[in-house]
């Protein structure tokens, strides 16, 4: 049995190397042959087709597109920093957008309250958006905020546009920020808001961060979609 399993999964790594070299071929949106085509081109199963094509599609190299797959534009790459998610977007190119799910007061849970030094239950502003690139959504952002420090924003913010910038225009400078990046699987009702099914995998980012004083100012958690996002970060010698 293992064996087989071996064999059934070098099979499927040489038919995705095979396919990999199509797609290099083809252009942004072109359609990619069927399963029944492709098993007939390289002579093998259509499951073991299937197997590549799923590796594919969390690769971010192909997509679904209707019944049909079609190529993958190439990963936004975003930053790990305090740049904006509007900023990183624009510099790749890419049109940024979001899509506004929640917006409203709500009490502290233990762990926003950590975050933010205040006590439970204290109320909170909570912005949650889906964020698009090109249109597609690519990732689901929940921020936290100090409500006494941006209730003003109910009157003033357009949540469809960058909040560091809105922060930053209100006289608030985001100095520092600890970030922890880990994979999960979405909830149902994450996935239904990402267009994606509960087993691709994708990057859930915690973030908190503090003004020039120290004052905390956000807890974030974000969740994008490992198939159109990646990450970097420059890394020094701190020695």
């Given amino acids: 049995m293992r064996s087989t399993e071996t064999t059934r ?13 199509i797609l290099d071929e083809l252009a942004t949106d072109d359609p990619v042959p069927s399963e029944r085509e492709l098993a007939g081109r390289f002579g093998v199963a259509r499951e073991t087709v299937r197997q590549a094509l799923r590796e594919l599609l969390v690769a971010g190299r192909i997509r679904r597109r209707g019944r049909g797959t079609v190529v993958s534009r190439p990963k936004l790459v975003q930053p790990l920093s305090l740049r904006s998610y509007t900023e990183g977007a624009i510099s790749q190119g890419r049109v940024p957008g979001r899509i506004l799910v929640t917006w409203a007061d709500e009490p502290a849970d233990e762990d926003t309250a950590d975050a933010l030094a205040l006590a439970p239950q204290t109320p909170v502003m909570h912005l949650e958006r889906v964020l698009l690139a090109d249109g597609e959504r690519i990732g689901l952002e929940s921020t936290y905020l100090p409500l006494h420090r941006f209730a003003h924003l109910y009157a003033d913010y357009d949540p469809t546009t960058s909040l560091y910038a809105a922060i930053r225009r209100s006289g608030t400078a985001l100095a520092r920020a600890s970030e922890r990046v880990e994979t999960v699987l979405a909830t149902p009702r994450e996935a239904g808001l990402l ?27 974000s969740l994008y979609r490992g198939d159109r996002v990646a990450f970097d970060t420059v890394l020094t010698d701190a020695g």
Avoid: M, N, W
């Fill in 9 to 21: 999964f070098s099979k499927a790594y040489q038919v995705r190397t095979e396919i990999e070299a």
């Fill in 195 to 221: 267009e994606c099914t509960t087993a691709l995998p994708v990057l859930l980012l915690h973030r908190r961060s503090v003004d020039a004083a120290g004052e905390p100012v956000e807890r974030v958690r």
